[in-house]
């Protein structure tokens, strides 16, 4: 059974750092491309950042550019997304996610694919305070 579990949001103050944790377990973790959407109040799901786990490639929204980055340890098949300079418009629930075809196409698909994805993670809320 393919599992993603979240973890690692939180408050934080505007201009602040918070790093958020995806631990794959019951598929393949070099087969996927990993990555997250988040949600805001009132707001439409949006893709925010992938990584393919096998060639450590990756793809950041324009909104977040320069300031969030993602990484990879393949012996945890685990996925990280360090946020940092966070801004109030950031605060969302954040989810991950992972799929087969991202791996295969790119991670410039990842916002097309958000609703075909092969499995999603539970969210974990990201507050950031101004």
């Known amino acids: 059974e393919v599992q993603l579990q979240a973890s690692g949001g939180g408050l934080v103050q505007a201009g602040g750092s918070l790093r958020l944790s995806c631990a794959a377990s019951?598929?393949?973790?070099?087969?996927?491309?990993i990555g997250w959407f988040r949600q805001a109040p009132g707001k439409e799901r949006e893709g925010v950042s992938c990584i393919s786990s096998s060639d450590g490639t990756t793809y950041h929204a324009e909104s977040v550019k320069g300031r969030f980055t993602m990484s990879s340890d393949n012996a945890k098949n685990t996925v990280y997304l360090q946020m940092n300079s966070l801004k109030p418009e950031d605060t969302a629930v954040y989810y991950c996610a992972a799929d087969h075809v991202v791996r295969l196409v790119g991670c410039s698909a990842w916002s097309v694919r958000m609703g075909r994805l092969d499995a999603w993670g539970q969210g974990t809320l990201v507050t950031v305070s101004s």
């Open positions: 019951g598929f393949a973790f070099d087969d996927y491309a």
